[in-house]
């Protein structure tokens, strides 16, 4: 039995070794059960999606596969592969990042931070919709694992102040009923170390619970205890949700404007513009939604959320203000740095969601039709970034003969930028518009269209909900990215056999893909907030299997309502007509050449 366990502990130890041995071995009858052409496609794809899901080679490199694979395999030449890795979706989304990572170096987001948290107040219930709106919104433009990371030591500081240390908690929650007062452990709710407040301030604190019983110190710990852990898991579940309300905000938003391109050229309803009109409200809705479960699961929502009372609650809730307070102008005031990059983001912004939105003409038309994309407006503003002064100009440098003649540092150094950009992003998001582009050329979306032909009679309501359902559920156990670039050539296929709108079964498949809120793995969020040892599987899968029903829910909501009406989904749109019939003239040569090996295998 232990040469058994010997030998099962040295397999686990080569797994992705033999993964990326056995897996193209296992895909192999792929070749001769498909045409040639769309069985070395779907041979390619579902290698990557292996390894994507295994995780058996770093993402960006699967990611690299299209490059080599698809000119070997005779599936699509080098020239038309390797443009994929630099669309201009791939250049919105590094400026996006570049844009965040000034961000992040003079601190502003810190400042947004807690300047909210300032403002939404100090009472658990209010605090976590503070710091879910906060998150939520720092997502949007920062990544969601940036975001996370920033906002959980914030939390905890808040936290030490409201509740004292955790362990204590946790050793008050284990107290038993016993008959002396002496015995008594008394709850550690003053502040540690870690806050500003003095000594002398904090020595009369334990004094109010020199009355409370064991029964009373056990129920109050319990319920800190849970307020905490509500603090924790909000963090993780608003950054994901942030993310989907912008284009840039997270990866699979852009893989769906690009694999629309590959699919259908002729659309062009989905820019920052339209995008952030459909996606914001949805945000907004799910944000509170998940607010109110959370604070109902946890015990944030109580009498106190709108009374006023006067106890130790009162205090510790005046005491995390003033950690909040402190933090805030320890920042010190406004400098120019931050200044500039606040009023750069703020133009960025508008310039980005004012180009062309649609539902009203946008500054795009004073420019030749179709030289404009979200692209240019995104690198123009950060290529300011890089030669903007951080220090305020003064006229009187040029006559002052004793100031040091030294160039103020730019806002943002090409150093800096390159340390902070996750460059490996970009390499995915090329990845994932080569294997589109390698699905739409050599026939495998035609293919896969024909194979999806029992699905025809789904109502296009129905198919919406199975879909949010299955990509999240599927999403729990890969990254986001891989889930949507494996996802977004069916829902395409499946659009047009279905003659409902592209756009109605891609976009809640994309979103849906944001929604991994159930396990530590899902996410790198879910995997940081986890990592402070506060947290336990178990308390993520039950807060979590809620959460996802939730988004589902919310998401067809949004999509049967004013997604209607921005993307006009209620009409099967000429672009997606003109595609379908160009599949439909290729489908007679496909079967003919299917029937056979497919019969053969069976």
Known sequence: MEAVLSFAKKLWCVKRFIILIVTPLLLLPLLFALPLREGKCLYVVLMMAVFWCTEALPLAVTA??????????????????????????????????????????????????????????????????????TTSFLSMWLSNTATTAMMLPIAHAILISLFGDLDTLKENCKIKDKPTGESQRKMHTVPTEMQILTLEERQDVPD??????????????????????????????????????????????????????????ACDLINFGS?????????????????????????????????????????????????????????????????????????????????????????????????????????????????????????????DKQAPNTPSPPLLSWKKAQESV??????????????????????????????????????????????????????????????????????????????????????????????????????PPNAIAFASGHLVVKDMVRTGVVMNIIGVLVLSLAMNTWGQYIFDLSTYPDWAIVHSANATRALPDIYDHTVKPLNFTL
Not at 363 to 376: E, I, R
Request: charged share 15%; hydrophobic share 55%; net charge positive.
């Open 422 to 523: 996750p460059w490996n992003i970009i390499l995915l998001l090329g990845g994932g518009f080569a294997m589109a582009k390698g699905c739409e050329e050599s026939g495998l979306s035609s293919w896969i269209g024909g194979q999806l032909q029992p699905l025809e009679s789904v109502s296009p309501v129905v198919a919406v909900l199975l879909i949010t359902v299955v990509v999240a559920s599927f999403t729990e156990l890969a990254s986001n990215t891989a889930t949507i670039i494996i996802f977004l050539p069916i829902l395409a296929e499946l659009a047009m056999r279905l003659q409902v709108n592209p756009l109605y079964l891609m976009i809640p498949g994309t979103v849906s893909c944001s929604y991994a809120f159930m396990l530590p793995v899902s996410t």
């Open 208 to 265: 109010k619970f020199e009355s409370l019983t064991p029964a009373e110190i056990r129920k109050e710990a319990e319920y800190q205890k849970n307020v905490w852990k509500g603090f924790l898991i909000a963090i993780p579940y608003s950054a994901s949700i942030g993310g989907t309300a912008t284009l840039t905000g997270t990866a699979p938003n852009l893989l769906l404007v690009g694999s629309l391109k590959n699919f259908f050229p």
């Open 275 to 399: 995008w952030f009109v459909f996606a914001c409200p949805l945000m907004l809705l799910f944000l509170l939604l998940g607010w109110l479960w959370i604070s109902f699961l946890y015990g944030g929502l109580n009498t106190r959320l709108c009374l006023k009372k006067k106890d130790f609650r009162a205090e510790a809730e005046a005491r995390a203000r003033a950690v909040i307070k402190a933090d805030y102008e320890k920042l010190g005031p406004i400098q120019f740095a931050e200044g500039a990059i606040a009023c750069l983001f703020f133009l960025f912004a508008a310039l980005l969601f004012t180009r062309d939105p649609k539902f009203f003409p946008g500054w795009s038309k004073l420019f030749k039709a179709g030289f404009l994309s979200d692209a240019v407006t995104g690198v123009t503003i950060v290529t300011i970034l890089f030669f903007f002064p951080s220090q305020k100009p003064s006229i009187k440098w040029w006559f």
């Open 64 to 133: 690299l596969f299209p490059v080599f694979l698809f000119p070997l395999l005779g599936v699509l030449p080098s020239n038309k592969v390797c443009p994929q890795y630099f669309l201009d979706t791939n250049f919105l989304f590094l400026s996006g990042l570049v844009m965040a990572s000034a961000i992040e170096e003079w601190n502003l987001h810190r400042r947004i931070a807690l300047r909210i948290l300032l403002i939404m107040g100090v009472k658990p219930a209010w605090l976590i919709l503070g710091i879910m709106l």
